[in-house]
């Protein structure tokens, strides 16, 4: 689960030789060395991560093991930056880590950032997005009949209907 980077750098170094050093880039169980014929991973307690910072992309996707071993293998005074979408891309194993996270911060909390603009998303579903993260049914209905006609809501009667649902939305998006 999650992209990482983890590197090491000094104040004397230029940012481009910072950038370049930045070769961790890949997999946390590839930063980590974790390989399917090892029992341990490369880098754990024993052997710490030669690294200053490591920044963990689509941290949503942690889980509590994979969590466990990065936590081991960072050394005392390296900094972990875990950035993600807590609401989005819970991890295939144990845990919602990045949203257990946030959770016991609170949104006050100097060390958790929420961003609220998205560039990503059309700005007449941002508000879809918000009322299904606050769990707002009456901001949900709101803000669908605002987002008509790029939002719609279709009634399924069961998996084979949500199925052939999806399907026909994938044909449409393909055609395009």
């Known amino acids: 689960g999650g992209r990482a980077t983890g590197f090491a750098s000094g104040w004397h170094e230029s940012l481009a030789s910072v950038r370049q050093r930045a070769t961790g880039a890949g997999t946390l169980h590839g930063l980590l060395g974790m390989r399917p014929e090892r029992v341990d991973a490369r880098f754990n307690a024993g052997h ?5 910072i490591v ?16 936590l081991d293998a960072l050394p005392a005074d390296a900094r972990l930056l875990l950035v993600g979408d807590p609401d989005q891309l ?16 609170g949104d006050e909390a ?10 990503r998303a059309d700005r007449a579903l941002l508000p879809l997005n918000e009322a299904v993260r606050q769990g707002d ?8 009949q605002a987002a008509a006609p790029r939002a719609v809501q279709y009634p399924i009667a069961g998996a084979g209907a949500l199925t052939h649902r999806l399907s026909a939305w994938g044909d449409a998006l393909l055609s395009d």
């Open 90 to 105: 819970d991890s295939v194993g144990t845990g919602s880590v990045l949203q257990d996270i946030a959770a016991a911060l």
């Open 137 to 144: 049914a009456d901001a949900f209905r709101q803000a669908m």
């Open 110 to 119: 100097p060390q958790l950032q929420r961003l609220t603009h998205s560039f």
């Open 55 to 70: 920044v963990v992309d689509e941290a949503s996707m942690l889980d509590l093991a994979l969590l466990r071993r990065l």
């Open 48 to 52: 710490p991560l030669p690294a200053d």
